[in-house]
């Protein structure tokens, strides 16, 4: 079982920065792939960003791309995602997710945290 817990979420104004930050406790990370997904009211969980095990290859949604970046820690158990530039429309709750199947939709990850919100202000 791995247990997911993010942290860093909060309110900020239109072009400001936070960096959200997913943490395991139990297996280690260095097992799983970790995606941050997001949900806005509303709407279904999209996803945002993935990173590999070694951290070597990650993936953007169009959405995000130039202005998030996704990085992890394995010796610390840490995937942050730092989000710049943001926007109204990025304001949801944000998911990390942990898995260890190929592919970006959520089928491949198994492992969920509760989610942090972001809410960003115009």
């Known amino acids: 079982q791995v247990q997911l817990v993010e942290s860093g979420g909060g309110l900020v104004q239109a072009g400001g920065s936070l960096r959200l930050s997913c943490t395991t406790s139990?297996?280690?990370?260095?097992?799983?792939?970790i995606g941050w997904f997001r949900q806005a009211t509303g709407k279904e969980r999209e996803f945002v960003a993935s990173?590999?095990?070694?951290?070597?290859?990650?993936d953007y949604a169009d959405s995000v791309k130039g202005r998030f970046t996704i990085d992890r820690d394995n010796f610390r158990n840490i995937v942050d995602l730092q989000m710049d530039s943001l926007k109204p429309e990025d304001t949801a709750l944000y998911y990390c997710?942990?898995?260890?199947?190929?592919?970006?939709?959520?089928?491949?990850?198994?492992?969920w945290g509760q989610g942090t919100q972001v809410t960003v202000s115009s």
């Open positions: 139990g297996r280690t990370f260095a097992n799983y792939r």
């Open positions: 990173i590999s095990r070694s951290g070597g290859m990650v």
């Open positions: 997710a942990a898995g260890q199947s190929p592919g970006l939709g959520q089928s491949a990850f198994h492992y």
